[in-house]
């Protein structure tokens, strides 16, 4: 073992987050949101454990990230929730992939890709109700209808579905919760009454999912919370797990007198006489350089232990004090808390930043291993893609 951190996912937890969820909204569909490499996760395999947890929908933002969930063989339906122009609509269309618009300009580009791919386009219309990101305001949205129901006629696009996004919804008690559900439902009124037949209604992420059923609607979107996660004040409740544990190996454990400095700029000074331990990772790896003198974040032989001094690029230095250590000791960074490891939530509010902001750090940085009954197909699945990223670890 050479130190190299890695992320261990567990998929079981993801897939029984998703269960979870699903009993939670009773009747409402699930879609597990898998944008940004599945919050960090692996797209793929995080997907397939959602699937089969019971997510009956996947979002992504990009159409890629569309397409290659059907090329790794997931057929539920699977909606783009980037409302853009994009070269790969056509593409898309083909695989079925659902297609988000909030502008007559993108309906027409829509159609003319659906013409394109020779069929039509399953199209689901923005409402900003008040996030203000994408979508149609209310003065905008009669002309989308029209433009989106004139392509319907036409026989390019089928109107599935109207959707709106929250701003507030991890602020309890936010007044704007009450307006953007009142404007969702007056812009899903307009879109009825202008003839639209929708299957699905939707604007709830993970935190209205898990505490506003006003807004469950059709189906709900959470992302985070398959994961584990939400930016809820205090985080996700205790019946959801997360899913991502870091951890990496001390590669050198030293005594040092008291009045060491240690690390870039002195910022540390050991007052006795100590143990230090280095990891090799650090900002580059994902460990925010906040953590810098930071108390308690690093979890080793059983005991919390502060870093000495500041992260690196690629290493970081704790103070071991008096106990017992050695290179090749575990360090956990963060994981689901089981064992007095911090967490993800916890790594965030010490730093003053979001759990996802903290697991997505690491992607693409450390080698993910995959855990949980889902992990055999998914490692066959990246074999047969050429992808290798994942290896299988206690497959169970
Ligand atoms: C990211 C996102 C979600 C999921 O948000 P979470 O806070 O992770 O639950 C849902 N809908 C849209 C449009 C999003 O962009």
């Not at 919804?169 to 704007?176: E, K, L, S």
Request: glycine share 12%; net charge negative; with cysteine.
């Amino acid at each position: 073992m050479d130190g190299q951190p890695e992320a261990l996912v567990d998929l079981d937890a993801i897939q029984a987050n998703v269960a979870a969820l699903r009993g939670h909204v009773g009747g409402a569909a699930v879609m597990a949101v898998v944008k940004a490499d599945g919050y960090g996760h692996g797209m793929i395999p995080s997907a397939r454990a959602a699937v089969a947890g019971g997510a009956s929908w996947l979002g992504v933002l990009h159409l890629a990230d569309a397409v290659a969930l059907r090329r790794a063989g997931l057929d539920v339906p699977v909606l783009s929730l980037h409302g853009s122009p994009d070269a790969a609509h056509a593409e898309a269309i083909a695989h079925d992939v659902d297609l988000t618009a909030g502008s007559p300009e993108l309906i027409s580009q829509i159609a003319a890709a659906a013409v394109e791919a020779g069929k039509p386009a399953r199209v689901h219309l923005e409402a900003d109700t008040g996030m203000s990101r994408g979508g149609a305001i209310r003065a905008a949205w009669p002309a989308l209808l029209d433009a989106a129901l004139a392509a319907e006629a036409a026989g390019h696009v089928r109107v599935v579905g109207v959707w709106s996004h929250f701003a507030c919804a991890d602020m309890p008690g936010h007044p704007t919760i009450g307006t953007q559900i009142d404007d969702f439902r007056s812009a899903v009124r307009l879109a009825e009454q202008a003839g639209a037949r929708l299957e699905v209604r939707h604007m709830a992420n993970g935190p209205a999912t898990l505490t506003l059923p006003d807004s469950h609607f059709d189906l709900v979107r959470p992302g985070g919370a398959a994961f584990g996660l939400c930016t809820l004040p205090g985080g996700a409740p205790d019946w959801l797990r997360p899913a991502m544990t870091i951890r990496a190996r001390l590669i050198q454990v030293k005594r040092v007198p008291a009045g060491t400095a240690v690390s870039y700029a002195h910022r540390y000074t050991a007052l006795g006489e100590t143990t230090l331990g280095v990891l090799a990772l650090g900002y580059n790896e994902g460990i925010p350089r906040h953590a810098t003198n930071q108390a308690g974040l690093f979890f080793t032989r059983g005991r919390r232990v502060p870093v000495a001094g500041t992260v690196n690029l690629n290493h970081v230095v704790l103070d071991l004090g008096g106990e017992q250590a050695e290179a090749g000791d575990e360090v956990v960074i963060f994981g689901p808390g089981d064992h007095g490891e911090p967490t993800a939530q916890e790594w965030a509010e010490a730093l003053g930043t979001i759990s996802y902001e903290i697991v997505t750090r690491f992607t693409g940085k450390v080698p993910r291993t995959y855990s949980g009954v889902t992990a055999v197909r998914d490692t066959a699945v990246h074999a047969l893609d050429g992808r290798t990223d994942g290896k299988v670890a206690a497959a169970h």
